[in-house]
């Protein structure tokens, strides 16, 4: 690869799209963003500081300084920074800021791996390779109630998949830049599929893009 090459995942949550992303980063040698990192980080700013989720010019602030090198999945990956990150999301200015923090993460040598919501219509539109990356809401339900469950919490199925339908929701009916598959994206539906098999069907489409860019 001699110049950048960039990799655009999107989907809904829970879809399995961040284990992709990370499988398909070391594999291809590329750099690796979550960029629902990026909203829940704003969205933990306000949560810490008490301040409304609604608040514009506090969002915008907090959108301003984040850092990717910074972000601390640990801290993030809670479920309630995760709802709150959904309603930051839907602030216009707010995904200004990110996405142009998202694209020079993209454009930075050699190239990247991107996974969220918008990566394929609008942060990186002309990425080599756009995925989307599906399942119906209840197997992402009954997936989240088996993690919570392996590190030994207790959960109830039918809370998880109000939450995931709520959240769907708000994805893909937000006004700026809805979740919705790129027209240029390969569809990955990993309902009945292992992230196995998610990942050799992505390595299959890939390896093709990068075997065209070579004869070129
Ligand atoms: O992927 P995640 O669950 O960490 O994302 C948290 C929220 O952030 C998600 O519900 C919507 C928002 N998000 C977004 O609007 N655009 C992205 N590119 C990534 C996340």
């Known amino acids: 690869m001699t110049s950048t090459f960039t990799i655009a ?4 949550a829970g879809a399995g799209k961040g284990t992709l992303a990370r499988r398909l980063a070391d594999h291809y040698r590329l750099n690796l963003l979550d960029t629902g990192l990026t909203y829940r980080a704003v969205a933990h700013s306000l949560l810490r500081l008490g301040l409304p989720l609604d608040n514009v010019s506090a969002a915008e602030t907090a959108a301003r300084q984040v850092d990717l090198a910074k972000l601390d999945r640990a801290v993030l990956s809670a479920h309630a920074v995760g709802e709150a990150a959904s309603k930051v999301a839907v602030i216009p200015s707010v995904r200004r ?16 791996v991107l996974d969220g919501r918008d990566i394929g219509t609008v942060v990186c539109p002309d990425a080599d390779v756009k995925l989307y990356v599906t399942a119906s809401a209840e197997v992402r339900a009954k997936r989240r109630l088996d993690e919570i469950e392996s590190i030994g919490g207790t959960a109830n199925f039918d809370e998880i998949l109000a939450d995931i339908v709520r959240r769907d929701e708000r994805d893909m009916g937000r006004m700026d830049s809805p979740l919705k598959p790129a027209a240029d994206a390969h569809l990955l539906d990993t309902s009945e599929m292992a992230i196995e098999a998610a990942f050799l069907a992505a390595q299959a489409i890939i390896d093709d893009v990068l075997a065209k860019r070579n004869e070129a």
């Open 9 to 12: 995942i999107d989907g809904p």
């Open 97 to 112: 800021i990110l996405v142009d923090k998202q694209r020079d993460f993209a454009k930075t040598p050699p190239g990247a």
